[in-house]
């Protein structure tokens, strides 16, 4: 594939004041700090609280990405969010961020691809891009997934996390510059069933039956998503190199998805990458799907760990199956 001469111009990332520790999960069901923290990695959440909601997370992180950009709302040309815990059933959440930045109407939509929204997000925001229909787009992953999930199912409700991050992508005529080095999207339908929220939809609505029945919160079969997920996540970080003819040693660091830091170890590993090379953020988020390469992403640029000329891999792997990778020379 040819790269894309794109431009990451401004990052924002928004996150909660309340948070859950494990030792507030230890009050709600049948599971220890120590548990938690040898199974996932993972030490408090941030949630939600009354009032914030996936759109109004993502107006902050955007805000704060178009002050990073110093460009106007008015400047954006299209606004894309990922998220799997949309603000409502339509309008779309991406509706109501143009509506609270003060965006012009440009066109604004919603992409549901699990924790590789944000990924897919991005890719389709630069095909516009690059065809030089717009200059700027700005691509969000958002997620309440704390409205989703049962909590007093304990296998899954110790993972997820609420919070919201977003950037500002722009067109570049420099080959040489900044640009998407490489990328992959993937997915593949046939586990849909392992990973999702029953009801709710067009296929079971809901009803006193599916509330009784806890059907309107995220189920999951962990051990089998665990399985794909390390292999999926090795095979998609070792094709993207491969293919890019880039080495894990002139990668400034990856991104991944922070589902549990097992599998991201197990990722390190395979790659042979020193620590600080990994990005986690899972300690203090939690599983936050969409929201987690983008608040990432922030964070690295905000830290230092990313600067010009730099070599990223954001990597994904999550329920549908999806799965994708973007490369990018910052
Ligand atoms: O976002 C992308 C998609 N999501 C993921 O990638 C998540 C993937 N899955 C996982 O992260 C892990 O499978 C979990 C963290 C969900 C579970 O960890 P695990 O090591 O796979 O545990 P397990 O499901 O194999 O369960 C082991 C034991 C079971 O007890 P028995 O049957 O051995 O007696 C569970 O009942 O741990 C028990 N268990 C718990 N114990 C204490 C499950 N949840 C808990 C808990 N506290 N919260």
Redesign the pocket.
Known sequence: MHSMPVKISGTGRFLPEKILTNQD?EAL????DQ??RE??GITQRHIAGEGESTATMAAEASRNALADAGLKPTEIDMIIVATITPECFFPSTACFVQDSIGANSVPSFDISA??SGYIYALLLGAQFLQNEQYRHVLIIGSETMSRITDYQD??????FGDGAGAVVLSASKDPTGPCIIHSKMHASGANSTM?WVPAGGSRLPTSEMTVRERLHYIK?Q??E??KV?VKKNIEVIERTLAEAGVSPEELAVVIP?Q??L??IDSAREKLGLPKEKMFTNIQNCG?T?AASIAMGLDECRKTGRLTAGDIVLMVA???GWTWASALIRM
């Open positions: 999960f069901v049948s599971t220890t548990w938690i199974r996932t699990a924790c304990r296998s899954s409700c110790i993972l990973l999951m962990g051990r998503v665990y997920a998805h589902s549990n097992r599998i599983n799907s792997f999550g329920a």
